[in-house]
């Protein structure tokens, strides 16, 4: 019976999307971007880096509370470098897995958005093959499917218009970014101003309203607000 569940698992395209795909690289990235991590000698003291079993838990700590949004965090992940960041960002946007708790775009919609785009590429190279979108067995319609490319554009806009609004109110680009990302994800944590050792407190009033709809937006996904 375990051997049979932990097939389903492997061949369920959500899973192996969300606990391959994006934690995975997540993990890596971060491995190997760590400043000074690739020489041996910085576990040493007085040595910039870390060593290779405390790189590896921080970053599985940091990539696993991201892309779940449990928004807990083990390391200041602000002072890593500009792609491990990019990394982190990236998970914020995605999410977890549908029906879950966690926050962001979800790793069903993102499967299924890619999918269709694969599908959309091959009708042009063979326009009069019979297509359809398939996950695990199962064919989703076109409604299924222009409702997917619909919560994303709306999802996109929503992250660019509040990340505007906190450039107009004083944020700087990147921190704002960041921060609309996360607070549409459910995530906590972003960047600079409110990054891992900081809190939203700092925040211009303004501000503070805008996280607070685009938490409430993010947390019931658009559609109920």
């Excluded at 569940?5 to 971007?33: A, K, N, W």
């Excluded at 999802?155 to 990340?163: H, I, M």
């Amino acid at each position: 019976l375990r051997r049979r569940q932990r097939q389903m698992c492997i061949r369920d395209s959500m899973e192996t999307g969300h606990y391959g795909c994006f934690p995975g690289p997540g993990v890596s990235g971060i491995l190997f971007d760590r400043p000074g991590f690739s020489s041996p000698h910085d576990s040493e003291p007085g040595g910039n880096g870390l060593e290779r079993g405390e790189a590896f838990r921080q970053a599985l700590f940091q990539a696993a509370s991201i892309s779940s949004s449990t928004g807990f965090v083990s390391a200041d992940f602000d002072q890593w470098p500009s792609f491990c960041k990019a990394i982190l960002l990236f998970l914020m946007f995605c999410g977890g897995c549908a029906g879950s708790t966690a926050g962001g775009l979800k790793t069903t919609r993102l499967i299924l958005l890619f999918k269709s785009l694969h599908l959309v590429v091959k009708q042009k190279i063979l326009p009069h093959g019979v297509m359809a979108v398939r996950s695990n067995g199962e064919v989703y319609g076109e409604d299924i499917i222009t409702g997917v490319m619909r919560f994303f554009a709306f999802y996109l806009f929503l992250d660019l218009t509040w990340s505007a609004l906190f450039i107009w109110d004083g944020v700087p680009l990147l921190d704002a970014l960041g921060l609309s990302i996360s607070t549409m994800g459910s995530c906590g944590p972003a960047f600079g101003i409110v990054g891992a050792t900081c809190t939203y407190a700092d925040l211009p009033v303004f501000s503070k309203c805008v996280v607070a709809i685009s938490m409430l937006m993010g947390r019931l996904e658009i559609y109920p607000v």
